[in-house]
Nanobody, 122 residues
């Protein structure tokens, strides 16, 4: 599967952004999906993941209650709705997919999008 992320940008603290990730060459419904982020000087971390047949997503503690992961199988697209953004949310955000997705870690996921920059600043 090929993944193409978009939707990043510059937003003020407290604002919202919605990231999208379109899949091609396979059906996203067949995969676990995830969003990860990497800030300068830091390791890439799992933000939110959703296994293939599960309804309850995983969220990192730092984003619980503010971010929502979703997939639209008809559009072969996954999303990350980000609300009440904070400066510490600034990072390059990556979408990812995996056949199994045991957990929300970078070593688990095999397929990656190219990343989209999110900057939260006043």
């Amino acid at each position: 599967v090929q993944l193409q992320a978009s939707g990043g940008g510059l937003v003020q603290p407290g604002g919202s952004l919605k990231l999208s990730c379109v899949a091609s060459e396979d059906t996203l419904e067949n995969y676990a999906i995830g969003w990860f982020r990497q800030a300068p000087g830091k390791e890439r971390e799992g933000v939110s993941c959703l296994r293939r047949r599960e309804l309850t997503p995983y969220y990192a503690d730092s984003v619980k209650g503010r971010f929502t992961i979703a997939r639209d199988n008809a559009k072969n697209t996954m999303y990350l709705q980000m609300n009440d953004l904070k400066p510490e949310d600034s990072a390059v955000y990556y979408c990812a997919a995996d056949n199994l997705g045991y957990d929300c870690s970078t070593i688990t996921y095999d397929y990656w999008g190219q990343g989209t920059q999110v900057t939260v600043s006043s």
